[in-house]
Nanobody
Framework: QVQVAESGGGLVQAGGSLRLSCILSAGSYLDDYSMAWFRQAPGKEREAVACLSWSGNPDRTSYRNSVKGRFTISRDNAKNTLYREMTNLKPEDTAMYYC???????????????????????WGQGTQVTVSS
């Protein structure tokens, strides 16, 4: 069973930056999984904010319009870790942030999705990000 674990959340002032990390369990490798970051604010539905295909091809990334230019998704295969850099944070970015993964065999092609949650098979427990105004 693949396990996904997020870290790096915290309290930050508006305009600040934060980097979230997501690590896969031992025996699972990032270049076998398309990955995504989702977030869920209180009282709202969970939404995807960024994804990266299993190939790691920068052309195979997608971002939600509201975070384009502020959030960057990347990975370090040697550390088996996915990152998300967040800059110019806004109070509306306050949410629980989740990392999700799906195996390339299930995807079938070089892609990721910021659409439905059901696209992804494995989920972390989340890390809280709070942005104060």
């Amino acid at each position: 069973q693949v396990q996904v674990a997020e870290s790096g959340g915290g309290l930050v002032q508006a305009g600040g930056s934060l980097r979230l990390s997501c690590i896969l369990s031992a025996g699972s490798y990032l270049d076998d999984y398309s990955m995504a970051w989702f977030r869920q604010a209180p009282g709202k539905e969970r939404e995807a904010v960024a994804c990266l295909s299993w190939s790691g091809n920068p052309d195979r990334t997608s971002y939600r319009n509201s975070v384009k230019g502020r959030f960057t998704i990347s990975r370090d295969n040697a550390k088996n870790t996915l990152y998300r850099e967040m800059t110019n944070l806004k109070p509306e970015d306050t949410a629980m942030y989740y990392c999700a993964a799906v195996h390339r065999a299930r995807v079938g092609y070089d892609a990721c999705s910021i659409g439905s949650q059901t696209w992804y098979s494995y989920w972390g427990q989340g890390t809280q990000v709070t942005v104060s105004s």
